[in-house]
């Protein structure tokens, strides 16, 4: 494989002025071009990824940390970024947490990761980082933006969606719909992004004189498997409810994967909402009405902004995105439901594992 040498020696020029040419900085003459491109040409020379980031002092890369790798919802996210980056010439570098720790120290060692591979810059996806974990960055906290998460030193670098509105909606649908007597499968209550949105779900809901500190709650992961656990404790509570808010789309279809096993039919029993409007949303059974979080737009504009501050560019940035819900065939009138209490007691019991 050739090499910027045999470049060089190819088209009698030393090697710096072989650099110049092939990274596109610095000046040249005319005829001295016409050659060292001819000698490129000739030797079917292709610089690498490495060569390429030591020519122009840039490594081309975006590190981009996430807390987890698995689920549906980080990954439309890592696709939405690589797919802009390509069309970019760039790349994309992912690091998520692992190893011992909390999930601070996860963060803090995974930027840390993408940073020693030289990364032009970082988007990062956690809220377990501190004030003092982005001011420890110097320098460098210049060359981030945080999706989904606001830092109070790089207010201009933080994207965020409004995800108490998300919440109102969520609770605004159920009650357009009738429903009043309504359960609620939050997340963990360690994030700031699950706290709004429950916050306004349960504001939206005590506008209209329902008092919500005799809402039946339960806290669980995010995960399906918590949207399952989550479901059978309901209706082992016996608790009377004609709909069951989850606070993402992935407790939600566990919590449908429940029901259906345990002989409730949604919409006919209960009717369910989820957050976020995941691809699962669309695919799960029945398909899962959901308040659609705009993700893509947040993710876009965010990216737009970083690099804009790595490489100069002029990419337009905005800052507000909408909010909406999909109905789909989980939801139905509360007039067309019976109540989980009463349902709990006839449903199947659930098939032995």
Partial sequence: MATIKDVARLAGVGLGTASRVVSGKGSVSPATLERVKKAIDELGFRPSHAARALLSGSSRMIGVYIPVLSGTFYTPILQIIDTELR???????????????????QAIDGIDFLLERGCDGLIVMTGALLEEDIAALGAKRRQLVALNHSFAGIPDQCFMVDHRLGGRLAARTLLEHGHRDIAIVAGPASLIDNVERV????????????????????????SPAGGWAAAKALIESGNPCSALFCANDEMAVGALSYFQEAGIRVPHDLSVIG????????????????????????????LNALLNRCYDLQRPVERSFPVSVTLRASLAQAGEVGAVGAVGKRARRPKAA
């Fill in 275 to 302: 957050y976020d409007d995941t691809p699962s949303a669309e695919f799960s059974a029945p398909r899962l009405t959901s308040v659609r979080m705009p993700w893509r737009e947040m993710t876009l504009n965010g």
């Fill in 87 to 105: 069309a970019a010439g760039l790349h994309m570098v992912v690091a998520f947490g692992v190893g011992l720790g909390d999930a601070r120290r």
């Fill in 199 to 222: 916050e306004g779900f349960k504001a939206e809901l005590e506008e209209t004189g329902i008092d919500t500190g005799k809402l039946w709650v339960a806290e669980s992961d995010f």
